[in-house]
């Protein structure tokens, strides 16, 4: 059975076809599918080669070099700390050490309930709010110990303010 539902795939057919060449849509469409499966799964990616009629491998080193796609299913929350020089010079590092005290974990995992993943990543476009952090697809600026301490509380209680990640799909 197929990973990507038949409106997903039009959608991405819908996608390509706004662009003089189709595969000029490949990370839309990358963005789309993990949007809606949670991960992108090696089963997810070769579905979507099949669309763009690309090899499988191309797709995976597209999804390998950017480091928002998901190689691996992740928690309800997914904790982007930029590591790149703003954020990095506003103390950073201290951020994401806090995180990981905090959450019993180190970066690129998953807590064992499945709610908080801990990515870090280079400069998130957010440097004058430096230090920056992103929650899914939410940004917060200017971020302390203790408003991250104030976050994941919010966070486990349900947050309006972030919406929650998919549940990762079963490839
Ligand atoms: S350096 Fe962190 S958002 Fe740009």
């Not at 669309?51 to 999804?63: I, T």
């Not at 928690?75 to 700390?81: A, D, S, T």
């Not at 408003?147 to 349900?158: A, F, I, P, Q, V």
Request: hydrophobic residues 40%.
């Amino acid at each position: 059975m197929s990973l990507l539902t038949p409106a997903l795939q039009d959608e991405i057919r819908q996608m390509m076809a706004r662009y003089p060449k189709p595969r000029s849509a490949i990370l839309g469409a990358l963005h789309r599918v993990q949007e809606e499966l949670g991960w992108l799964s090696p089963e997810a990616q070769a579905e979507v080669a099949a669309l763009f009629d690309m090899p499988a491998g191309e797709v995976d080193s597209l999804v390998t070099f950017y480091y928002m796609y998901f190689r691996k299913p992740m928690g309800r929350y997914v904790i982007k700390v930029c590591r790149s020089i703003s954020c990095y010079l506003r103390g950073s590092d201290q951020l994401r050490c806090h995180l990981q005290d905090k959450l019993g974990i180190q970066r690129g995992e998953t807590t064992a309930d499945g709610m908080f993943s801990l990515v870090e990543g280079e400069c998130l476009a957010a440097c004058d709010g430096a230090p920056a952090v992103q929650i899914n697809d939410r940004f917060v600026e200017n971020v302390t110990s203790e408003m991250l301490d104030g976050l994941l509380e919010e966070l486990r209680k349900g947050s309006s303010r972030f919406p929650a990640w998919p549940e990762p799909c079963k490839p």
